[in-house]
């Protein structure tokens, strides 16, 4: 588990291809401090295990699905990508709880400054647009931030200077491509109620579509 607060700027060393996979040579230095063969690793928000590991850097594994469904696809030599190790269990939770498996990808539409932020609009598909709201939480390149703004094409985040000055976001242009992670609560409950999914409640006999006792007994949450 992630909490969407990157810890590094790392930079793509080299990316070695396969039939349809990918290995990614990263350099990195703050991190590697604790980081050990096997350990996660989020990678601009996709969650990947290092196999091997150096002073100054790591490898990672990339499997065809998840070039098909991320952005890494579209790294190359010389890319910067924001990084993350997984949450220490005496950690300070500082962001939202980050899975680091992402639902999709969104495209930026626009930057505009406001005084010391900067406004970052992105279109994204209708079904990851369902689970944002205003003033929740969004996982954009592995970063945890506040949805400001939602409609049924876009959302909008606000930017401040020291995010900006930590992440690549807005390092990146219009019309690049980003990792998006919804906050998987919503996703949860959509699961349970069957709530505009096509999927049918467990037992449609003994539920209302309201979360009940019974109904959380029944799924194996209590």
Same mark, same amino acid.
Do not use: Q
């Given at each position: 588990?992630?909490?969407?607060?990157?810890?590094?700027?790392?930079?793509?060393?080299?990316?070695?291809?396969? &039939?349809?996979?990918?290995?990614?040579?990263?350099?990195?230095?703050?991190?590697?401090?604790?980081?050990?063969?096997?350990? @996660?690793? &989020?990678?601009?928000?996709?969650?990947? $295990?290092? $196999?091997?590991?150096?002073?100054?850097? !790591?490898?990672?594994?990339?499997?065809?699905?998840?070039?098909?469904?991320?952005?890494?696809?579209?790294?190359? +030599?010389?890319?910067?990508?924001?990084?993350?190790?997984?949450?220490?269990?005496?950690?300070? !939770?500082?962001?939202?709880?980050?899975?680091?498996?992402?639902?999709?990808?969104?495209?930026?539409?626009?930057? /505009?400054? /406001?005084?010391?932020?900067?406004?970052?609009?992105? /279109? &994204?598909?209708?079904?990851?647009?369902? !689970?944002?709201?205003?003033?929740? @939480?969004?996982?954009?390149?592995?970063?945890?931030? $506040?949805? &400001?703004?939602?409609?049924?094409?876009?959302?909008?985040?606000?930017?401040? +200077?020291?995010?900006?000055?930590?992440? $690549?976001?807005?390092?990146?242009?219009?019309?690049?491509?980003?990792?998006?992670?919804?906050?998987?609560?919503?996703?949860?409950? /959509?699961?349970?109620?069957?709530?505009?999914?096509?999927?049918?409640?467990?037992?449609?006999?003994?539920?209302?579509?309201?979360?009940?006792?019974?109904?959380?007994?029944?799924?194996?949450?209590?």
């Amino acid at each position: 588990m992630f909490t969407g607060l990157i810890e590094e700027i790392g930079c793509v060393r080299k990316i070695t291809h396969g &039939a349809a996979s990918a290995v990614l040579h990263i350099k990195a230095y703050k991190i590697m401090d604790d980081v050990k063969v096997g350990d @996660s690793i &989020a990678v601009n928000g996709v969650c990947l $295990t290092a $196999t091997s590991v150096t002073s100054d850097g !790591f490898t990672a594994d990339v499997m065809a699905e998840t070039l098909r469904r991320s952005s890494l696809g579209k790294l190359s +030599p010389g890319s910067y990508v924001n990084l993350e190790r997984a949450m220490a269990a005496n950690g300070r !939770f500082g962001g939202h709880i980050v899975s680091g498996h992402i639902d999709g990808t969104g495209t930026i539409r626009s930057f /505009e400054k /406001e005084d010391n932020a900067i406004w970052v609009t992105i /279109e &994204a598909d209708k079904n990851i647009l369902r !689970f944002i709201v205003e003033k929740g @939480s969004i996982t954009i390149d592995g970063i945890s931030l $506040t949805v &400001a703004y939602v409609d049924n094409e876009c959302f909008k985040v606000s930017i401040i +200077p020291h995010t900006s000055s930590e992440t $690549t976001l807005t390092d990146k242009k219009v019309k690049d491509i980003v990792n998006l992670e919804n906050d998987i609560v919503g996703k949860y409950v /959509e699961k349970l109620l069957g709530i505009d999914s096509g999927v049918k409640k467990v037992d449609d006999k003994k539920s209302s579509g309201t979360l009940n006792m019974d109904i959380l007994t029944r799924n194996g949450f209590l």
